[in-house]
């Protein structure tokens, strides 16, 4: 090879480099090792972690959900899984075809008009939504409530301080739903989007939503919901209650927790060319090839796009978690529409029961009286002691809420889902009463 | 080449193949049908108008359509920029197992001992390839980290009474994604402008440099595939305006054990461990951009972070970090896509690791040689390609479309075409370490049959690809919203829903 390219010695390829920025040294890392040795040494290391399997109930944005083996086989074919982004739509039209289902899917569960192809999570969604919103609208201020998650306003201030955008928030009522006093106070016309979570982070599903949309738009503001979207197998659309823009997280749809991340941000939005032409992330269309006779999909709109609008762009993101887009399309096609449905509603009633049976022990209450959907907050005294004795148990409960909210920390938060059995359950609550 | 065919499936949406009543997967029974819900009927929805399909029908949809898919694993992918090399098994393998799917980000710190170690580990040999002082693993891909990398900038020059600073300097030849990047984090973008060697401008660069400067984004190689062979000076300009130095790492591959982006001055970088480090790039993501600083810098890094404390084996998560430019997404970073990186690390080992950018480099400047058409010039000077490295085509008649729906035909990947924006008709090649030396070999060929086609029949050139799932899409007929799903529903029907 050095001889076709005409240099004796590999360090002539490097010849351009200054001498003395060349690395001699060795680097402090570990000698080559075989396959087996490495695989035997992580899963030695990864054997010190404790999963709680089908005792975690965990919650607060990442949920445990039994993932179809189908989902795991498809997702993971390495012609997917090993490609990279659909440069060549002619032979990348798998990917396509399936983000553009993704795409779909999520129009319809969400009652959207358009949808992108993937955002990194749904903190990253919702700091990409608010600006979103302050292009639209050229306003600046957002509104929001304290029962959303706490680290997704942590990351919306860190994705919109920058832009010399400021964030106000609205305490929550009594019930742990938004104060639609307050907001009606604070809305104004300086403000850009105001951003609602149902069910909220508390697990409460929002009553007033119509009426928000309302106060929210009478002052020309953009509504932003997020939402996490088994919830939707049962709850009303956003689009039906006049959401402008949908984020979440996609991690319940077949995507595993895997401590959090990769997940799967979502970002819809209604359909008007202001919200076409502002849309951050990748966005996959159909079209047609060979003189109209065959339909094909194409990454379309890229003139909003970091590559060729470049400091102009609606936003920096490029690589984008399109293959967990693919994962969550598979999911639902596995369930369909009936399935969707018949999870979230199973999902419900085993929370009002859990719930139920939980707050029926003494010296444990349910922290609000509102509707909720998959998770709850759940009033004990020593929680936090609490939530580490139950860990020691095997048994995964919290997030313990007063690592974010002074006022709550008698509180934390128990999750649940179709993985749960009655015996579980059972377990749940003898675990409980042995940690009081 | 004549014999390539890639699958070509005439798939339906699911939406036309779904059927009442079929269902792909049984799950568990509602157990407690009689539990009402104290949901309001007027918060519930009425139908959920997804399409409902058995188990085989899902499988077959989505087997068809992975065939339909050109992957790293089907063949040579020589994406320029991308660094698109191959993934080991190995690192799915783990990465897939139960010890690590199934943890939940807010389990107790004592239950996740594992996991953190490895994360620990991973950013310190991190910063030791890098030279940097310490990694945050946070951020999900480069740009997110361009965007931290701009916040830490901010943040540093407002600590040390510096906020008038609010311009980055960014080559024309950069990636996209920086400009925007720096525009989101704040400030103005100043553009530097390439020399006739491809380099950034010296002259250029001084000329734009004033005290307003807060820092500068670099990518080394550049994306001509060049090294920066003024660097050195590069940096004294930046750094005497006052400004921070920036390496995009997109391109550490063809440094990758021989020189370290700290050495060479930068204050802060990237990595893109879904290029660099052979993690599967998903069709698009995820990825993970881990982000490094010099000492300096650390107190800027996001939260939350790893710690270990000396003589205690606990590692921990530290969110009380007053001057961290804040949080940048939910929980702590990509793990799944971290976890590969670390077993890539581990496979290579010491001497692997050292051997990767002269690797990459030598098949990069063996296939730039094996390519002697007329048609494909170099765009620069007295050009040392690195890892990659750019062509231009001469002919007016031949486009760097036309060549990239040829080779697609072949059976291989394309190179990147139309950029950097500063070449004409450019064509952007990245064999990678990867490949034998037969497909260099393989891939000239094909690149030497084109040119010598476009003079021959340019015609069929134009009807490519012919070999693929499909042939040539109508681009302008996409460019539609009405395209963006199977159906549309107008904002007037959704609000009487």
Redesign the interface.
């Known amino acids: 090879m050095l001889d076709v390219i005409g240099v004796s010695s590999i360090d002539d390829l490097f010849s351009d480099v200054p001498e003395h920025f060349l690395w001699r040294n060795r680097f402090s890392i570990p000698h080559a090792k075989s396959e087996y040795e490495i695989e035997r040494e992580i899963e030695e290391t990864l054997s010190k972690n404790v999963s709680y399997e089908n005792l975690c109930f965990l919650g607060g944005g990442c949920y445990s959900h039994y993932i179809p083996a189908v989902v795991d086989e498809l997702a993971s074919r390495s012609e997917f899984l090993t490609s990279y982004t659909q440069y060549q739509p002619e032979s990348s039209q798998g990917m396509l075809q399936a983000l553009f289902e993704y795409q779909s899917m999520i129009c319809d569960l969400t009652g959207m008009e358009i949808a992108n192809s993937s955002m990194y999570d749904w903190a990253t969604s919702l700091g990409e939504a608010s600006r979103m919103a302050m292009r639209i609208n050229g306003r600046k201020k957002i509104l929001t409530f304290d029962n959303v998650g706490h680290e997704r306003l942590q990351v919306l201030r860190t994705y919109t301080m920058s832009l010399g955008m400021n964030l106000e928030i609205i305490s929550s009522d009594i019930r742990g739903r938004a104060d639609l006093h307050s907001l009606t106070e604070m809305m104004s016309e300086e403000v850009s989007s105001v951003y609602l979570e149902t069910p909220n982070f508390f697990g409460i599903v929002e009553d007033e939503v119509d009426d928000i949309a309302g106060i929210v738009h009478q002052k020309g503001g953009l509504f932003v919901v997020g939402i996490e979207p088994i919830s939707l197998g049962l709850l009303r659309e956003p689009g039906t209650y006049g959401a402008d823009i949908v984020v979440g997280d996609g991690q319940t749809l077949g995507i595993h927790m895997n401590l959090g991340g990769p997940t799967l941000g979502i970002l819809a939005s209604r359909g008007d060319k202001s919200f076409v032409r502002q849309m951050p992330g990748r966005i996959i269309g159909s079209t047609t090839a060979e003189n109209g006779t065959r339909t094909g999909y194409a990454t379309i709109m890229q003139t909003r796009e970091q590559h060729i609008r470049r400091e102009n762009a609606t936003s920096n993101i490029c690589t984008n978690q399109a293959l967990s887009a693919v994962t969550a399309c598979i999911y639902l096609s596995l369930l369909g529409g009936d399935g969707l449905g018949e999870l979230a509603r199973s999902i419900a009633s085993k929370t009002q029961h859990t719930a139920r049976l939980l707050a029926e022990l003494p010296g444990v209450a349910m922290r609000f009286e509102s509707p909720i959907f998959r998770e709850f907050v759940l009033q004990v005294e020593n929680s936090s002691q609490v939530v580490e004795k139950m860990s020691t148990f095997g048994v995964g409960v919290g997030p313990w809420l007063g690592r974010w909210y002074p006022s709550l920390r008698d509180s934390f938060l128990v999750a649940i889902s179709e993985i749960h059995s009655k015996k579980d359950l059972d377990f749940l609550r003898l675990t409980l009463a042995r940690a009081l | 080449m004549k014999f390539y065919r890639?699958a070509a499936w005439?798939?339906p949406?699911?939406?036309a193949m779904?059927r009442k009543?079929?269902?792909?997967?049984s799950?568990?029974?509602?157990?407690?049908?009689s539990?009402?819900?104290?949901?309001?009927d007027?918060?519930?929805?009425k139908?959920?108008?997804?399409?409902?399909?058995s188990?085989i029908e899902?499988?077959r949809?989505?087997?068809?359509?992975?065939?339909?898919?050109?992957?790293?694993?089907?063949g040579m992918?020589p994406?320029g920029s991308?660094t698109?090399k191959y993934?080991p098994k190995?690192a799915?393998?783990?990465a897939?197992?139960?010890?690590?799917?199934?943890?939940?980000?807010?389990?107790?710190e004592?239950?996740?001992?594992?996991?953190l170690?490895?994360l620990y580990r991973l950013s310190f040999?991190l910063a030791?390839?890098t030279g940097m002082s310490r990694v945050s693993l946070a951020p999900?891909?480069?740009?997110?980290a361009?965007?931290v990398g701009?916040?830490i900038i901010?943040k540093y020059l407002q600590e040390i009474g510096e906020p008038a600073k609010d311009e980055i300097l960014i080559p024309d030849s950069a990636?996209?994604?920086n400009?925007?990047?720096?525009?989101?984090?704040?400030f103005k973008?100043v553009k530097v402008r390439s020399d006739s060697e491809g380099l950034v401008d010296m002259d250029s660069l001084k000329s734009v440099t004033t005290k307003k400067t807060a820092g500068m984004m670099l990518t080394v190689p550049n994306t001509h595939g060049?090294?920066e062979?003024n660097?050195?000076e590069i940096n004294s300009i930046v750094k005497e305006a006052g400004g921070l130095m920036y390496y995009d790492g997109a391109n550490l591959n063809a440094l990758l054990?021989?020189?370290?982006p700290a050495?060479?001055g930068f204050d802060i970088l990237h990595l893109?461990l879904?290029k660099t480090f052979a993690t599967?790039?998903?069709?698009?993501?995820?990825?993970a951009?881990p982000i490094g600083v010099v000492a300096k810098l650390e107190k800027y890094l996001?939260?939350p972070s790893i710690e270990k404390q000396r003589g205690d084996p606990s590692y921990f998560l530290k969110y009380d970090l007053p001057s961290s430019?804040?949080?940048?997404?939910?929980?702590?970073?990509?793990?799944?896509?971290l976890l590969r990186a670390?077993?890539y690390?581990?496979?290579?080992?010491?001497?692997?690791?050292?051997g990767v950018?002269?690797q990459s480099?030598?098949?990069a400047?063996?296939l730039r040689?094996?390519i002697s058409a007329p048609q494909y010039s170099s765009p620069f000077k007295n050009e040392?390609p690195?890892h990659e490295f750019v062509l231009t085509l001469s002919n007016e008649d031949l486009t760097a479309s036309d060549v990239?729906?040829s080779i697609?035909d072949a059976g291989v990947?394309?190179p990147?075409?139309y950029?950097p924006l500063t070449v004409r008709e450019s064509l952007m090649i990245e064999p990678t370490e990867a490949e034998p030396?037969e497909n260099l070999d393989r891939y000239a060929d094909v690149l030497e049959e084109i040119a010598e086609l476009s003079v021959r029949n340019p015609a069929q050139l134009k009807g490519s690809?012919r070999h693929?799932?499909?042939?040539?899409?109508?681009?302008v007929?996409?460019?539609?919203?009405l395209?963006?799903?199977?159906?549309?529903?107008?904002?007037s029907d959704?609000?009487k829903?």
């Not at chain 2, 009543?21 to 997967?25: A, E, M, N, T």
């Not at chain 2, 599967?280 to 990825?287: E, I, K, Q, R, S």
């Not at chain 2, 430019?325 to 896509?337: E, S």
């Open positions: 890639q005439d798939e949406l699911l939406n779904g009543g079929r269902k792909g997967i799950m568990p029974k509602d157990q407690f049908p539990s009402t819900l104290r949901i309001p007027r918060l519930l929805r139908e959920i108008p997804l399409p409902n399909l188990q899902v499988v949809h989505f087997t068809h359509l992975s065939q339909m898919n050109f992957s790293i694993d089907s992918y994406l991308c698109m993934n190995l799915s393998r783990i897939t197992d139960r010890k690590i799917t199934g943890l939940h980000p807010y389990q107790d004592r239950t996740i001992q594992g996991i170690e490895i040999y030791e390839i999900s891909a480069g740009a997110h361009e965007f701009g916040l901010r990636h996209g994604t400009p925007s990047s720096a525009v989101l984090a704040g973008v060049l090294f062979k660097i050195a054990g021989k020189v370290r050495d060479m893109n879904h599967p790039h998903g069709g698009g993501g995820p990825g951009g996001p939260i430019v804040g949080r940048i997404k939910g929980f702590y970073g990509n793990i799944g896509v670390y077993v690390i581990l496979m290579l080992g010491r001497e692997g690791l050292s950018a002269e480099v030598l098949a400047n063996y040689k094996r040392r690195k990239a729906k697609l990947h394309a990147t075409t950029f030396v690809p693929t799932s499909i042939g040539r899409l109508d681009a007929k996409a460019n539609h919203p395209t963006m799903r199977y159906k549309w529903t107008n904002v959704r609000k829903g």
